[in-house]
């Protein structure tokens, strides 16, 4: 109670700031979509792959490596353990996956920012795991912590951006195992929108527990899910023990985890749709559950990253049509596993935020929306395969996602939208612009860029002649000179800052 | 049938003059979709949005001004003409439209370029109409002919592009009422793609008749279809005397045209989506229903330009959602008329071909792919809302449109597809690059763009860094060197120069 308290305070100190600034802060709630999924595969192609996928598990099987515990419990479930190979009967993974909920809350420190992952849902994330960040000014560089704090700032700033996401950029310039502590502390001082945990060791999967029981209190994180997590499955088929003790705690602990193999296609699986579509059904069906054997209930999303490497160079591409029918498939096979679906991102390969970045990042966002995308990560921020943390493609992407808000929203037909008013007092030859009806709507008619320069050319020209990138590094600029931190209980801060420090002090620094 | 023999004769000698090219001329042929339309609008909205666009024929009516014989075809057919507008009886406008073919070849004067508009194929086309050109080298000025030729020569060697398209640019330099015969020289000598014919006077669509009966034959052109030209509808209801004078004069020829409202949401048509299709439908019904008034059969395409406004500036904008819920509710709608269908394109309000005309063009061509849409203009070169025909743009939209034609290609699942022996092939923490699968698929697996920079980040920054412009300044450099005419009977070649010659001759030069 005494968190629900202070909780509601910080929402609303944070309201009236915001008023102040210079710029209107706003949020748009999580994308609930009134648009039909877009199916790629027929029931014939789906039965195929869904019985593909019950062969491998049974037939090859998976590999739990350097986890007895996790071979014991899969032995009790009734799967047949050779060495650390484990083989799934038919039928037995997707009976495990029943458990696990179809839809979950992720709670948010502001009430108003919590999240609904799963059913027609779409929730929308940053960029996760860059080592390298760029901006005009800086060019590519390894990632600091203040950079980080950035992203948090400018992720809790965007409209279109539900969820504060994870590592956002690597601080390279705090020790391996120190650098959680402080991201997430970031994120939970400098936003207070919902975030995700670490996952790297599963000591640091506690922290992130522990951090989250002082911001909002034990016994709400004992009942709710405050946290989702994500656990790469090593493709093909392995499921390595860092990973799974990370899983192991946050499932114990009812805390959300997105079990996603990390796929380049020809590399981590068949150089085919129907092949990849296959393994990584497979690869998903098994961690989820696993984490049902760890703990029926337990909140997870079914994910998978899919890329195709160009055979020549041996990079991975993005925004491709194999990736799109990955995107759209994948989402078709984990609908009927009853599970939420995380892919797609503003993917790109290109090294710069230039044209490639618009054409591929557009590419996977659409496809994204129109597959069911539940949970999408890297939805800003993606530059150069991932490599890259980008601050203009940052607020580039962003603003994009107010697209996809509009295009969910659907086609209305009351009679307001029908028009039929309109056109009858405008009529053959008319004009529609000062007519009652677009008087009435023009204001909320259209989504608007807060980005994208719509002045005529002669304008545009006389300002410098600015490309995309030019106006984004401006907005980044913008939009930190205008950030201000939302309201959090002190005895928190203090709570989270003295955990951080003592914690800190526990061990020296090590850098892998 | 000598017409036929030289044809052949032409084809064989292009394909032999490519392969000694320094570039590989490949032409792909037009898209079959393998994959299911995304439907947005549900039954109660298409009935809702279908019975008000009866409402507006009958109780609004439209207007054909100018034009006292279309008067006089509708008062024939049972419409109440008042003035010059036309009421149309609920039901008489869709039943005329019953006559107009679902699908129709347009010839080519090579047979293996010929299209097939409608059913669930789609044809691509570059962009038309821009009265500018830019490229990074010369930036923006007033197009050429010079231009329009290389733009002509660019399509022909784009594998992409099945269609020569029409105006890819205005050629300024050429007289308005002469500048149509030059257009129509270029898209017959210098490819031999399909193109499309003048539509502005209806003397030049005579002669565009006139210049394709040279080169097909004056029988073959008698019974085939080998134009299909742009009838733009003057919104909101409007349907003047130039336009509908091109269309009498194609339609009577049995030519086809593309009947399209050019709206722009807010200015043109009501605010609403709802409000928005409801006018473009009763538009384009009344269209194609004149088209078979003039002659029943006459092969028509059911358009949908669509762009809204931003109420701010006042300019057009491109790649909204509120235009891709217009895509797709528009298909659905021409669909149930039986009719082809044109709308998207590579559109964009950007002035640069960056990051936002990356966005904004592949947000359009994912919507244009999705929604059915049978053929696509603008689908490569389009810049600044339709105002400047970009080089640079051009080869980039031409390599994205390798992404359609990948992703239509719908999902295999034959066995070789499933991979399954791969999967046991490889097993659990292998690797798929040097498996048997991998080996006999590679080559095919993946679509790879032609310009776009796959290179580690270091041998790239090595070479010089490079954006995507650039990498298209290159390309557009590479292809215009590489270029070889294709063949053509001399005897045709001379009677097309001997008509624009004669015709130029004929008549003192014309600015308007």
């Known amino acids: 109670m005494a968190e629900r308290k202070r909780h509601r305070r910080g929402g609303g100190g944070s309201a009236r700031r915001a008023q102040r600034g210079s710029l209107k802060l706003e949020a748009s709630r999580f994308i609930r979509r009134n648009i039909p999924n877009f199916e790629i595969l027929d029931a014939e192609a789906l039965e195929i792959i869904e019985t593909n996928a019950e062969t491998v ?95 948090v700032r400018l992720t809790y700033m965007s409209k279109y951006l539900h969820h504060s996401g994870g590592t956002i950029c690597e601080p390279t310039d705090i020790a391996v195992n120190k650098r959680h502590l402080d991201m997430l502390a970031a994120h939970m001082t400098l936003s207070d929108k919902p975030y995700m945990g670490s996952v790297t060791d599963p000591e640091r999967a506690r922290d992130s527990l522990a951090m989250s029981e002082i911001l909002f209190g034990r016994d709400f ?24 003790g990370a899983l192991e705690v946050y499932a114990a602990a009812g805390q959300g985890a997105i079990i996603s193999p990390f796929v380049v296609g020809g590399a981590m699986a068949p150089v085919s749709v129907a092949g990849t579509l296959t393994q990584v059904l497979a690869e998903v069906m098994a961690g989820v559950a696993y984490s049902q054997l760890v703990r029926p209930g337990a909140p997870v999303i079914a994910g998978a990253f899919v890329t195709s490497i160009d055979m020549n160079s041996g990079a991975p591409t993005f925004g491709t049509p194999e990736a799109a029918q990955i995107t759209y498939g994948a989402g078709q096979l984990f609908r009927r596993l009853g599970l939420p679906y995380r892919s797609a991102g503003a993917f790109t390969g290109a090294k710069l935020a230039d044209a490639q970045a618009g054409y591929e990042s557009a590419n996977s966002l659409n496809a994204g929306l129109l597959g069911g995308v539940n949970f999408m990560l890297h939805a800003a921020g993606w530059l150069e395969g991932g490599l890259v943390a980008s601050f203009e493609k940052f607020v580039m992407d962003a603003d994009q996602l107010g697209v996809l808000h509009g295009l969910a929203g659907g086609v209305a037909v009351d009679e307001n939208a029908q028009a039929l008013d309109a056109i009858r007092e405008v009529g053959p030859g008319g004009h529609y612009l000062g007519c009652a009806h677009t008087q009435a709507n023009f204001q909320n008619a259209f989504w608007r860029s807060e980005l994208l320069d719509y002045k005529p050319f002669e304008t545009w020209d006389e300002e410098g002649a600015r490309d995309t990138e030019a106006l984004a590094a401006a907005r980044v600029d913008k939009l930190l000179a205008a950030y201000e931190q939302p309201a959090l209980d002190p005895g928190i801060d203090e709570g989270l800052r003295d955990y951080v420090a003592r914690k800190k002090e526990s061990m020296p620094d090590a850098f892998s």
């Open 221 to 244: 994180v004992a009942d709710n899910t405050v946290m989702v997590s994500l656990i790469n499955i090593n493709s093909p088929l392995t499921f390595d023990a860092t990973m799974m």
């Open 57 to 151: 598990l049974e037939e090859i099987g998976v590999n739990f490596v350097e986890n007895p515990a996790a071979l014991a419990r899969w032995r009790d479930a009734g799967a047949d353990i050779r060495g650390e190979r484990v083989h799934i009967p038919r039928g037995l993974a997707r009976r495990l996956c029943a458990t696990a909920p179809a839809s979950f809350t992720q709670h948010a420190r502001n009430k108003a920012r919590n999240v609904e992952i799963g059913g027609r849902n779409l929730v929308l994330a940053p960029v996760y795991g860059p080592p390298f960040v760029r901006d005009r000014a800086g060019g590519r560089r390894y990632a600091v912590m203040a950079d980080f704090e950035k992203f």
